[in-house]
């Protein structure tokens, strides 16, 4: 168990929390939300004694371990994987050590000899004849090879990096773990076996995450940080979003009904209040009225951008034909593919992280150019794109609304219509002003999107635009999406987010085949199933 008491945070004039008092208990897996700058990450820091309170404690009980997700890869760069996984289990890594240096030595001291005898068994007790086998079982489930495992970390590329890092918390296996975002840079696959881990992990479970799917299937409880208080509920995601919403009505239809009643007292007060056969009663009324206190209905800190894509011409029934192409690096990603997409169809580019998924996105979309074959898009196609990379696209040295206006129509737009337009996209006041290079990555995601929103393109291509947004940015993504009627092609690791959208799946194997699947995740899922037990 772990209980915050009385936690307040203050940067300057700004209050992130006040006065928290909350307690999560052991057996308990909680989903830690909230809108982007209201101090989710400041407070598990707060939990995880990274970061002192305004005011405040946080205790933890007696004996207990606490373990959380470090984003400091590059302390390890020169250090074998296996390596950083182990100092996972500080306790474990030291015995380790110290036995690999005993043993290294040609002739030991009797006192070495002495210490060596002691150290097999402070080694077995602390799981060291198995460390191995453990460390090696979560990288492969965080899909990293077991040929890579006695690689230097500096072998691997970002992404993976932090799935290292990841591995090394688990490895600890704390009684409380807590986890920042542990499904960044984590495909579908290593999702779903993170999640499957964390619901056998037998003691305390914290997470911040904006996968929806994630959120649904790891929880027990939401701690929801909003009004600068955190409230808890039981269940996951959408329990949660369901009893908000049911609580805010019950107090809009209570409210309503006061309102209702003190209309009435208010009219027979006025009517009569000076008619002295009825003044008993008219001030019994006004006694009635008094005591009558409408709920307070706080506005949320939570904010959802206006996304709506609405395509400037019409688009024909050819998008896109790739006839035989093949894309080759150091090694062939895939080879000979034939893809045919019309409109009106919303496509999913899947598979595991390294397959190649962008470098299809970007052989469709013409951005790059095949070894082999050839794409030809139909004549009416008007592209708008997200890339995986917000530097791929935005100038770092521009203001935002500069870099904005760039891609208004034709016939212009003036600033008051550009701050407008910001504006539904949550860029407020001098915010507009930002230089893109100190702009967060959520808001440049929002940048980009108001950009597509600009272009008025219909077709529509997206390379992981959940990434860098919060839940509110995502659902409203998400709903804009389900509303446009042209063709929408998307590479994502959001389960959630393919689910409601995809009405076809195209997935790139490790082995570089290309699976074309007419129909939705949950169709081709089934569909491998069948597949794998008619084998």
């Not at 307690?23 to 700058?37: D, M, P, Q, T």
């Not at 990288?139 to 990841?166: A, C, D, M, W, Y």
């Not at 034909?321 to 690096?329: D, F, L, T, W």
């Not at 219909?458 to 509303?483: F, G, M, Q, R």
């Amino acid at each position: 168990m772990i209980a915050a008491t009385d936690v307040s945070m203050r940067f300057g004039q700004q209050m992130l929390f006040e006065n928290v008092s909350v307690k999560f208990n052991s057996g308990c897996r909680y989903g830690l939300i909230g809108a982007n700058g209201s101090g989710k990450s400041t407070f598990m820091k707060i939990l995880s004694g990274q970061q002192d309170s305004t005011t405040g404690s946080v205790a933890i009980d007696k004996d207990c371990r606490m373990g959380f997700l470090k984003q400091n890869h590059y302390d390890y760069e020169d250090v074998p994987i296996l390596d950083v996984v182990y100092m996972g289990n500080e306790n474990l890594w030291k015995i380790h050590q110290e036995r690999e240096y005993l043993y290294s030595k040609l002739e030991l001291t009797d006192e070495e000899e002495e210490r060596a005898n002691d150290i097999e068994g402070l080694f077995g007790d602390a799981g060291g004849y198995t460390m191995e086998a453990d460390a090696a079982k979560l990288l492969v489930g965080l899909g990293i090879p077991v040929e890579k495992h006695n690689q230097p970390l500096s072998s691997l590329t970002g992404g993976f990096k932090l799935r290292v890092l990841l591995a090394q918390v688990l490895f600890y296996n704390p009684d409380i773990l807590l986890l920042d975002e542990p499904t960044n840079h984590l495909d579908i696959s290593s999702i779903d076996w993170l999640c499957n881990l964390l619901k056998n992990h037998k003691g305390t479970v914290i997470v911040i995450s904006h996968n929806r799917y994630f959120l649904n299937e790891v929880c027990t409880h939401i701690a929801d940080l909003d009004y600068q208080e955190i409230r808890l509920f039981t269940g996951n995601y959408d329990d949660f979003m369901t009893a908000n919403e049911i609580a805010l009505e019950r107090v809009r239809r209570e409210n309503a009904k006061k309102e209702s009643r003190i209309s009435e007292l208010k009219e027979f007060i006025n009517r009569f209040g000076a008619n002295a056969s009825k003044a008993r009663q008219a001030t019994s009324r006004q006694k009635e009225l008094e005591k009558i206190q409408l709920e307070e209905i706080k506005p949320s800190s939570r904010v959802s951008p206006y996304i709506r894509f609405n395509p400037r011409t019409r688009l024909g029934s050819k998008v896109l034909e790739a006839s035989g192409i093949s894309k080759v690096y150091d090694h062939t990603l895939f080879k000979d593919v034939d893809i045919t997409i019309g409109n009106e169809e919303k496509v999913a580019i899947i598979g595991t992280n390294g397959v190649g998924k962008t470098t299809l996105l970007k052989l469709l979309l013409k951005l790059i150019e095949p070894n082999d074959g050839d794409v030809v898009h139909g004549e009416t196609v008007q592209l708008s794109y997200f890339p995986q990379d917000a530097s791929d696209i935005l100038n770092m040295e521009d203001r935002a609304i500069d870099w904005l206006a760039r891609f208004a129509p034709e016939e212009g737009l003036n600033e008051m219509e550009l701050r407008s337009f910001m504006g539904k996209m949550l860029f407020s006041g001098d915010e507009v002003n930002k230089f893109v290079k100190v702009l967060s990555g959520g808001e440049k995601a929002r940048l980009i999107l108001a950009k597509m929103m600009l272009e008025a393109g219909n077709v529509l291509a997206l390379d992981e635009p959940t990434n860098h947004l919060d839940l509110e940015s995502i659902e409203a993504l998400n709903y804009s999406l389900t509303l446009f009627k042209n063709t929408v092609i998307f590479v994502s690791h959001d389960r959630e987010f393919i689910s409601s959208l995809a009405t076809r799946i195209i997935e790139i194997d490790n082995d570089g085949k290309v699976i074309d699947f007419p129909g939705t995740l949950a169709e081709y899922e089934d569909f491998k199933k069948r597949r794998a037990k008619g084998k």
